[in-house]
């Protein structure tokens, strides 16, 4: 059973700058997270979306957004990237018995300069 | 606002010893709590998870006690082996929030 796939894996920005982010959960999940992760703040959570629709939100700034596609695949942007957004973000799924357990895929280091 | 505080920042253990991490958590509401490992480069995965209904859970070498009244748990590594050294988070979440909160994290070493 494959696991959690993120891409890119690596991505360099400058400030200003927009990204997209992508994320494919495992087989059959439908509950997709995302969580920044950086030496500072260490795991955030962004987002949860299941079945297209988001289910709840951290706190994080309207630049931060995220989507979930009919086949559970689901993106995050970050719309004028500053310094402070370079961080590892990280994709998770959960799957339908509600177990708590949470997927990590590998995830998506940005680096904005 | 940190609702989860784990300690210590960093641990350095012998081999074939025990390794003790802490957390506290402030939330009576969470219902769920789980320690996650990190090594470098990978995302973090599920090592042992409890529930607020039992006080100790034992899964091979890893071990979660948990006290309620004092909104504490540890995790308890037995036999510490190298392949251990990695960073362990703590967290917490609570069934209506669907969100995990993570401890600020430790660094695990085990010397050979």
């Known amino acids: 059973k494959a696991g959690v796939t993120q891409t890119p894996r690596y991505l360099i920005k400058t400030r200003g700058q927009q990204v997209t982010l992508s994320c494919s959960p495992i087989s059959g999940h439908r509950s997709v997270s995302w969580y920044q992760q950086t030496p500072g703040q260490g795991l955030q959570f962004l987002f949860e979306y299941f079945s297209e629709t988001q289910r709840n939100k951290g706190n994080f700034p309207g630049r931060f957004s995220g989507r979930q596609f009919s086949n559970s695949r689901s993106e995050m942007n970050v719309s004028t990237l500053e310094l402070g957004d370079s961080a590892l973000y990280l994709c998770a799924s959960e799957g339908l018995a509600n177990t708590g357990e949470l997927f990590f895929g590998e995830g998506s280091r940005l680096t904005v300069l | 606002q940190q609702q989860v505080k784990q300690s210590p920042q960093s641990l350095i253990v012998q081999k074939g010893g025990i390794s003790i991490i802490n957390c506290a958590y402030e939330n009576t509401a969470f219902d769920y709590f789980p320690w996650y490992q990190q090594f470098p480069g990978k995302g973090p995965a599920l090592l042992i998870a409890i529930r607020p209904d039992v006080s100790e859970k034992k899964e091979g070498r890893f071990t979660i006690s948990f006290n309620k009244s004092a909104k504490q748990f540890s995790l308890h590594i037995m036999d510490s082996q190298p392949g251990d050294s990695a960073t362990y988070f703590c967290?917490?979440?609570?069934?209506?929030?669907?969100?995990?909160?993570f401890g600020s994290g430790t660094q695990l070493t085990v010397l050979p």
């Open positions: 967290a917490t979440r609570s069934g209506s929030a669907r969100q995990l909160t």
